[in-house]
């Protein structure tokens, strides 16, 4: 069983910065891949950022080269950090995790996979 809480939404101007954490608990986490969702109101959750048991990274094309997905082992805890951040990228984020490895760990479109989830953060961006 894993429990995941976040915290680190706010608001922000179009260009500024945003670190988002998901603190988890539960014997297998450091096991498991960790991904980064976000969901705006009317649209699907889509997949942002995923990190696999071995250190992994895949991204989704719309934040390569702005999101950085990185996770603390020792303290079981996930991060995103967001720079050059969009008007676009305005949404609740959530993190989320299960026993998935290699190919399903990459694949960000497999949103019922993750049986355990943080209960979300928003992040405005202001034009």
Same mark, same amino acid.
């Given at each position: 069983q894993v429990r995941m809480v976040e915290s680190g939404g *706010?608001?922000?101007? =179009? *260009?500024g910065s945003l670190r988002l954490s998901c603190a988890a608990s539960g014997p297998t986490y450091n096991r498991y891949c960790a991904t980064w969702f976000r969901q705006t109101p009317g649209k699907e959750r889509e997949g942002v950022a995923s990190i696999d048991a071995d250190g992994s990274k895949t991204y989704a094309d719309s934040v390569k080269g702005r999101f950085t997905i990185s996770k603390d082992n020792a303290k079981k805890i996930l991060y995103l950090q967001m720079n050059s951040l969009k008007p676009e990228d305005t949404a609740m984020y959530y993190c989320a =995790?299960? =026993?998935l490895w *290699? =190919?399903?760990c990459r694949d960000l479109r497999e949103v019922s996979r993750y049986n355990y989830w943080g209960q979300g953060a928003q992040v405005t961006v202001s034009s």
């Open positions: *706010g608001s922000v101007q =179009a *260009g =995790a299960d =026993a *290699g =190919a399903a």
